[in-house]
């Protein structure tokens, strides 16, 4: 996370843009990024990659355009799930847009067909969920021309969509890692997380990663103490307890006080910092301290610093250290990705000037 050399970042500079069309009385397939987070009922508690969206948007429109929206939102595996519909989406950009947005109940097929093919200039559709179909994150050919036949020209407006990440270790001095993962990484090493959120598939990488960065020299942190509950309920008890004792039936919500003062220490000399992911459910208050402590760290930092993923975004809103931010994307890992200087297959197949 400390880095004084410059990042390259190749081959997205020269791409079309929409102004770069004329889009009067065309049909144009925006691919947007409306992956907002829900509560347990559905609602969306933060609707800034709806906002993000609203200058495109509103261009195509002043410029006559037929507008049609698609996205993604969750993982719903490939099959229709209310939970991951859009339909809030759309009543969310109708009210900020002030302007009809009609909803399509899939994004393909006769009846999304028909609708593409009678709208008028300004008109805005929005498609159900992508990833209600399994082919969508298969990169499948067919689905993609029967998305392409809708419209007359395709503009990317999902940066956080655009991504197909060990390439930065070659890049970095400091890996800090909090939140969920950390307890992949300290269940590897063979310490005790008890119900904590673990990917035991990646078990084997994470040792891989841990050996591979310090081997190279990089310093490589964990937390050293969590606050943990049993729920992630408001009001749920909870206890300070080191990260390597974890007892079963209690699960990490947040990094503690020691961790967040040998992060924030280690942030201190930075001159570049890259943020990507919070350190706990900060959403819930209770557990927001760590979260929050670090990003006013990586705000008072003498540093460039690039904020990337929803989440992160969210937390540095709710921190109110935003504006102290260099950059803010909310494309995590596709932020990552290009900062690796990788070619991302969403930026590199839309058309050179």
């Known amino acids: 996370m400390d880095n004084s050399h410059s990042i390259p970042i190749k081959g997205v ?12 009385d065309k049909r144009v397939f925006v ?3 409306f992956n ?31 507008i049609i929206l698609a996205s993604h939102l969750g993982r719903p595996k490939g099959k229709p799930d209310k939970r991951y519909s ?12 002030k302007k009809e947005v009609k909803f399509l109940p899939d994004c393909i097929g006769p009846e999304t067909e028909a609708a593409a093919s009678k709208m008028s200039a300004g008109d805005i559709l929005l498609i159900e969920n992508l ?5 969508e994150e298969k990169n499948d050919e067919e689905f993609s021309k029967k998305l392409a036949s809708l419209a007359d020209y395709y503009v990317n407006d999902a940066f956080g969509a655009a991504h197909s990440i060990k390439n930065l270790e070659k890049k970095v001095d400091k890996v800090i890692v909090g939140g969920g993962m950390a307890f992949t990484f300290l269940k590897a090493m063979g310490y005790n997380v008890g119900d904590s959120l673990v990917e035991n598939e990646m078990l084997d990488l994470a040792n891989e990663i841990i050996k591979s960065v310090t081997s190279k ?25 080191t990260a390597q004792e974890i007892p079963n039936g209690w699960k990490a919500v947040d990094i503690g006080p020691a961790s967040v003062k040998l992060f924030s220490e280690a942030l201190e000399s930075a001159k570049t910092i890259l943020w990507n992911g919070p ?19 990586v705000a008072d930092a003498y540093a460039l610093t690039i904020v990337g993923g929803g989440d992160t975004d969210l937390a540095v809103s709710r921190a109110g250290v935003a504006e102290s931010i260099s950059f803010i994307s909310t494309g995590g890992g596709a932020a990552l990705e290009l900062l690796e200087g990788r070619e991302l297959p969403g930026l590199m197949a839309l058309t050179d000037k």
């Open 36 to 66: 907002v987070p829900l509560d347990e009922n559905l609602n969306i508690t933060d609707d800034r990659r709806i906002r993000s969206a609203l200058p495109t948007i509103n261009y195509a429109i002043d410029e006559g355009a037929k």
């Open 13 to 24: 500079l020269n791409k079309l843009s929409i102004r770069d069309l004329d889009i009067k």
């Open 131 to 135: 990833r209600f179909h399994p082919e």
């Open 86 to 97: 859009l339909i809030s989406v759309a009543r969310r950009l109708q009210r900020l847009i």
């Open 279 to 297: 350190m706990g459910v900060f959403e819930v208050d209770a557990f927001s301290r760590g979260t929050f402590a670090i990003a006013h760290a």
């Open 217 to 241: 020299g990089i310093k490589f942190y964990l937390p050293v103490d969590c606050v943990i509950a049993q729920s992630i309920e408001p009001g749920a008890e909870t206890k300070l307890v």
């Open 31 to 33: 691919r947007v990024d």
